[in-house]
């Protein structure tokens, strides 16, 4: 840590000093209070003259500046509220300048201007003369700034080697990539850029074994996969895509987005939810609208609603709307395992540090991961997407702080403690979106042929998404069949139960998803729901003389039931509402539990009257994700 004091190069020799100072630098213009300065030197176990050794400190580093006794606008170093204040201005900052001349190329860049964006870029790449806080421990106080600082530099690098491949330079950049790969193994901007390099420079073999040697270690180390742009790389590289040669007029073409891409593919096209659609992608534009000093949180839009009701659809969809509004990356989480288990926050934040290029401690705790995730966000423009989020307890950790960041949530209900967020809660679909989604799954024209039966299928889907999905697969799955056979097949309970709730169906995986956040008592009262009329009393669900309020709240919690008003005799009562095919689901599950229960039971002669459940012959039902 140097500073120049206009005439000469002042560099404290002890140690204490150098850290001292270099706490006050990187908070130029801002007091920092003497106890965080005393917690950055001792962490935990400050001395008891810890406080008169910082005043000690803090005489020598103003004696050693020559500015002890100065006075007026040449005292840099003051005491302000009992605080103590660094004053600087931009230019006397190599790190202010670095991230200034760092903006100006990248906002070059964006603009087309690749000669521009590399001068820049280099320059500010020129102002580092080796490792930030080099000789320097560091402290809490420190270890946020070191972070942030790293991986501005490797952004740096990335964008200015970004407007090289731009600019026809790939032979020169070959070596210059391979060090920092080797610098940075987990990285996979790096990867992909070396993977063009090479390709433009002839060596096509070179480039596809860049991947393969990447793969093997993501898949040793980490258990992953490449991301989705360099899978889409490789796959050009080997078809020898035109698109990947020498920049010539449209150099746009074959910009690499450094930012990591974690979306999954979209699944179908948006036909319902389309005024929340709006909704959404305007507040995300909003977002990436914003200019860099914006003080506020970066946004989040919460999506909540029933099982199946196209939460995830809706999320992804908008995602990939505004894709090119942030290009440093978009990342995606689904927040349970394949268990249903809720993911753990260390788990989330350390495939987000993965995928960024950045290592991760898994011993560390997870408040330094969360500040390296949102020190690596706060100059980026990244979309994140949480999935089947559980609590604000696992939600935090994950938000990135950039002003133009946006996060994307989706849950069952609301998560209490989220701070300021927009809530958009999803309903079930019109009747007439209902026959909309059926009919962009299905082959051109069959819906038109028989609208009649169309609208009956999605009336025996309870115009719930998942389940329209569900019965448009079964069709898929059998040519003889049209309209008419499958409303048929449906209108029979037990041949929704077989369509509907088959074990691959992704109708039964989201209602199962949603019976495991349920505990025991709560369990057993949804099996009550199948004997239920749709809409009911607390009464009636709790019947028996159960005290199970806690359960009741569990089920409206997950969204399996509702509150409504019914009236009767006039008067309007409070009461509860449940959808028809949960309700199925859950006489499913009450049949399932009692025959468990009979075959634990020694028997010698055939149950009477039993009979196996009808089942469609030959159906079976892909996974269709709502």
């Not at 020129?126 to 420190?142: M, Q, T, Y």
């Not at 270890?143 to 407007?163: K, N, S, T």
């Not at 990436?288 to 999320?315: I, N, Q, T």
């Amino acid at each position: 840590m140097e500073v120049y004091d206009g005439e000469r190069l002042v560099t404290p020799t002890s140690p204490k000093l150098r850290h001292v100072l270099a706490a006050l630098l990187l908070h130029a213009n801002r007091p920092v209070r003497p106890e965080s300065l005393i917690e950055e030197l001792w962490l935990h176990e400050p001395p008891a003259t810890a406080a008169t050794t910082l005043q000690t400190y803090i005489y020598r580093l103003r004696k050693k500046l020559g500015l002890y006794e100065g006075s007026g606008d040449r005292e840099i170093l003051v005491t302000v509220n009992s605080s103590y204040l660094m004053r600087a201005k931009a230019e006397q900052l190599d790190m202010t300048l670095f991230e200034q001349l760092s903006r100006l190329g990248q906002d070059a860049l964006q603009d087309g201007k690749p000669d521009q964006a590399s001068s820049l870029l280099g320059e500010a790449l020129s102002l580092w003369r080796g490792n930030i806080l080099e000789g320097v421990p560091v402290g809490p106080l420190l270890e946020a700034h070191l972070v942030r600082f790293e991986e501005a530099r490797l952004r740096a690098h990335e964008m200015r080697i970004d407007a090289g491949l731009q600019l026809g330079r790939h032979h020169e950049l070959i070596a210059e990539l391979r060090s920092l790969i080797a610098s940075h193994p987990l990285h996979e901007g790096f990867p992909a850029q070396l993977m063009l390099a090479l390709y433009r420079s002839g060596r096509r073999l070179e480039a596809l074994e860049v991947y393969r040697s990447l793969r093997r270690r993501l898949v040793s180390e980490l258990g992953l996969d490449p991301s989705s742009e360099l899978v889409r790389l490789h796959r050009a590289i080997l078809s020898a895509e035109p698109s990947l040669g020498l920049p010539g007029g449209d150099r746009t073409v074959v910009r690499l987005n450094g930012g990591p891409d974690r979306l999954p593919d979209k699944q179908v096209d948006l036909t319902i939810h389309q005024g929340m659609a709006a909704q959404l992608e305007a507040v995300l534009r909003t977002a990436a609208d914003r200019p860099r000093h914006w003080d506020d949180a970066p946004p989040l839009v919460s999506l909540h609603g029933m099982p199946g009701v196209g939460k995830s659809a809706l999320a992804l969809h908008a995602a990939h709307e505004v894709l090119s509004l942030f290009p440093d990356g978009q990342l995606y989480v689904d927040l349970r395992d394949r268990r249903g288990q809720p993911l753990s926050s260390a788990e989330a934040v350390d495939g987000f540090l993965h995928a960024a290029g950045l290592r991760s401690d898994p011993t560390g705790r997870l408040e330094d991961r969360a500040e390296r995730f949102r020190s690596w966000s706060a100059e980026r423009k990244v979309l994140v997407v949480l999935d089947n989020a559980v609590s604000a307890e696992q939600v935090l950790p994950l938000l990135p702080s950039g002003p133009e960041c946006a996060t994307i949530l989706t849950s069952r209900s609301r998560l209490a403690g989220l701070g300021e967020e927009i809530a958009l809660e999803l309903s079930l679909p019109s009747f007439t979106e209902g026959v909309r989604l059926l009919e962009s799954l299905l082959p051109a024209g069959l819906v038109a042929q028989d609208r009649q039966h169309a609208e009956k299928v999605v009336r025996l889907c309870g115009r719930l998404p998942a389940a329209i999905c569900a019965a448009a697969e079964q069709l898929r799955a059998r040519p003889q069949w049209r309209l008419r056979e499958l409303a048929d097949w449906l209108a029979d309970a037990e041949g929704r139960l077989s369509t509907l709730m088959s074990p691959d169906a992704s109708l039964r995986k989201t209602f199962e998803l949603s019976c495991r956040m349920l505990g025991s008592s709560g369990q057993r009262i949804f099996e009550r729901l199948g004997a239920l009329p749709e809409t009911f009393t607390r009464e009636e669900l709790l019947a028996g003389g159960d005290d199970l309020d806690d359960a009741l709240r569990q089920l409206l919690e997950c969204r399996l039931v509702e509150r409504v008003i019914r009236i009767e005799d006039g008067s309007y009562r409070p009461a509860y509402r449940s959808h028809e095919l949960v309700r199925l689901y859950a006489q499913l599950r009450r049949r399932a539990a009692r025959l468990r229960m009979d075959d634990s039971l020694p028997r010698i002669l055939p149950r009477a009257g039993h009979r196996p459940p009808r089942m469609c012959p030959d159906f079976a039902v892909p996974s269709v994700g709502l």
